[in-house]
């Protein structure tokens, strides 16, 4: 059964700490990506990356950082974590990053729930 | 500017009809339409597609559509059941670039026995 794992379900943290949260794939994927989801606004793009120590910035990048070391794992850091960065966070894995492969599906992990106080 | 819209009211309907959501984007021409599903506090999990050159496309209970003159795709639910409760999402790719999506914010169904 295929699978993308989040490090942590529920994560609460301090304004000005820095924060790491981790995503595993097992599926060989080249594509990872890292979303934010608050209620009305639907899934937001923070960064992507297509191969290992390759990233793009998404929609919404500032106040984040990303480190794809291996395929495998794909780390979204907050490097000084404010009360707006309360969210939800989504890590997703897709096939292939040629054109022929855009049509292949998105494999979420649980989430991670970041309060910030 | 690139949007892709879902209606933000819940869908409230009787186990055994049909339910239908619905998704519009504007200001691009997507190659293809996904839906997912996503149940509360989980990831979203990927339902169907459908190509721009495709009229409808079919799995078990559930239907796409993909109209490219109304600039939208209608998903459907035939018969059906309090299990179907969750939040659907549309999802299409950007113009150009890697293998991007941009997400509407889902519409959450609520079937009642």
């Known amino acids: 059964d295929v699978k993308v794992t989040q490090s942590s379900r529920y994560l609460v943290k301090r304004t000005g700490e820095k924060v790491f949260l981790e995503c595993v794939q097992d599926m060989d994927h080249e594509n990872m990506f890292w979303y934010r989801q608050d209620p009305g606004l639907g899934l937001r793009l923070i960064y992507f990356s297509y191969d290992v120590k390759m990233k793009e910035k998404g929609d919404i990048p500032e106040g984040y950082s990303v480190s794809r070391e291996k395929k495998e794992r794909f780390s979204l850091i907050l490097e000084s974590a404010s009360t707006n960065q309360t969210s939800m966070y989504l890590c997703?894995?897709?096939?292939?990053?040629?054109?022929?492969?855009?049509?292949?599906?998105?494999?979420f992990g649980p989430g991670t729930r970041l309060t910030v106080l | 500017s690139q949007k892709i819209e879902q209606n933000s009211e819940a869908l409230n309907i009787q186990e055994g009809k049909t339910a239908t959501l619905t998704c519009n984007y504007t200001?691009?021409?997507?190659?293809?339409l996904q839906w997912y599903r996503q149940d509360p506090g989980r990831g979203p999990v990927f339902l169907l597609l459908i190509r721009e050159n495709e009229k409808e496309k079919r799995k078990e209970r559930l239907k796409v559509t993909f109209d490219t003159t109304l600039k939208q795709s209608l998903f459907h639910i035939t018969a059906s059941q309090p299990a179907d409760s969750a939040t659907y999402l549309c999802?299409?790719?950007?113009?150009?670039?890697?293998?991007?999506?941009?997400f509407g914010a889902g519409t959450r169904l609520a079937v009642h026995p």
């Open positions: 997703a894995s897709s096939r292939g990053r040629l054109a022929i492969w855009a049509y292949n599906e998105q494999f």
């Open positions: 200001n691009y021409s997507p190659a293809y």
């Open positions: 999802a299409s790719p950007l113009s150009g670039g890697y293998n991007k999506l941009i």
